[in-house]
């Protein structure tokens, strides 16, 4: 039996480069980077070395790097620093989407509590979100446009540098949320026109726990955590060096090899896609074309996602029925829901994202294995039974 790690999106198996890049300063180098000494004083060369190198990757001034310990703390500060910005000149209304990731959905659900006003935009059954829709949902009082790069559970790359450019012609801070997407697609913060990038090690072969957050210089930041003058006085708290080092290493090893990796990825992703498709009553959830190299996302109708997932398991098959964090939680998907999938289908879903070292041998033990458990389960619903004999509609045909 194969043993497939077929949940990237959720988090990366560390690279060895990434590892390397951590040790020294684990081990030799672990002074605080606010003190005095010698050995504190290289592990703050090191934190300025790491910040000038992202910075080139991202395509931005340095200064204009805030280490956090990952993407939600970035969407969160990103979010509350435009907010309090905009309410201090009288501007409390903030336009996003639907499908967002929980870490933005939930500091809007916060604000509104606060008397902000969000409008939530239509993705439309791709996921895509068009950016006349954002001009048009623009008011006078907008402080900030916030959304994702790439979604988490559909996969859909939204059309970026065109939304920033909406936002910088109506001079509107602009924020997105590019977990998914860092390391994995080419990002350029100045000429994609983003004010703000949240992204986070872990989901390219970082380690857990350490992000970036990206914000223009000058767009001043609302500090989430008091304490020390760190970070500029952005975020307080002792610098994870080794981490940071790590992450560091890991972004500039993806960014090398993007073009080859998302080649290969693409083409075994497709590859998945095409074979899944020829199960009978499924569908590919996001846009076919504009989405991330490794994400396969479908719905099967007739049956419960969390059964496949465990069965899948038992053949060797890491995967997801969507984000890693709601996996707890018995409501679909409120990304399915968003791009208009019934209760009872978002309930059947199934996200495979796949990573760099997957092999075409693997795709055909994939498509194999899915087919073989999704006929399982609906030999075993009632559900199911209901649909082939007519009592229910098919809503996938």
Not at 57 to 83: H, K, M, W, Y
Request: hydrophobic share 40%; net charge negative; aromatic share 4%.
């Amino acid at each position: 039996m194969m043993q497939i790690y077929a949940d990237n999106a959720a988090t990366t198996k560390m690279s060895r480069t990434a590892i390397d890049a951590m040790l020294p300063y684990m081990e030799r180098t672990y002074g605080n980077p606010s003190s005095l000494y010698r050995i504190g004083q290289e592990a703050a060369e090191a934190l300025q070395d790491a910040r000038c190198r992202i910075a080139a990757l991202l395509g931005c001034e340095p200064r204009e790097i805030t280490f956090t310990s990952g993407g939600s703390e970035a969407d969160n500060q990103a979010i509350v620093s435009a907010a309090r910005n905009g309410a201090r000149r009288g501007k409390k209304h903030i336009v996003s989407t639907a499908f967002e990731h929980h870490a933005v959905l939930h500091t809007l659900k916060k604000l509104e509590k606060e008397g902000f006003d969000v409008t939530y935009l239509d993705v439309h059954a791709t996921g895509l979100v068009s950016p006349e829709e954002v001009r048009a949902a623009l008011r006078p009082d907008t402080c900030l446009v916030t959304i994702m790069y790439a979604n988490n559970e559909i996969g859909t790359i939204e059309p970026i540098p065109e939304i920033g450019l909406v936002c910088q012609e109506a001079g509107i801070p602009f924020h997105t949320d590019a977990v998914q997407a860092a390391g994995h697609v080419p990002i350029h913060v100045k000429a994609q026109h983003i004010d703000m990038l949240s992204l986070s090690a872990h989901k390219f072969h970082g380690p857990k726990g350490v992000g970036v957050l990206y914000a223009r210089k000058s767009l001043p930041l609302v500090s989430l955590i008091e304490g020390g003058a760190q970070e500029r006085g952005r975020r307080a708290g002792t610098e994870n060096v080794p981490a940071i080092m790590g992450m560091t290493a890991a972004l500039e090893e993806a960014c090398a090899h993007m073009a080859e990796n998302a080649a290969h990825v693409t083409a075994m992703r497709d590859q998945l896609i095409a074979g899944l498709s020829r199960i009978p009553h499924s569908a590919l959830n996001g846009d076919v074309t504009h989405r991330l190299p490794g994400n396969v996302s479908f719905c099967f109708e007739g049956i419960e996602g969390e059964s496949l997932i465990l069965y899948l398991d038992d053949k060797g098959i890491s995967s997801s029925s969507g984000s890693a964090c709601t996996s707890g939680s018995l409501d679909p998907s409120h990304v399915l829901l968003a791009i208009g999938r019934p209760h009872q289908v978002a309930h059947g879903s199934l996200r495979l994202s796949l990573g760099e070292d997957i092999t075409a041998e693997e795709v055909d033990y994939l498509v194999r294995s899915v087919a073989e458990v999704v006929q399982r389960l609906r030999d075993m619903s009632p559900m199911w039974r209901d649909l082939v004999s007519g009592k229910k509609e098919f809503v996938l045909k």
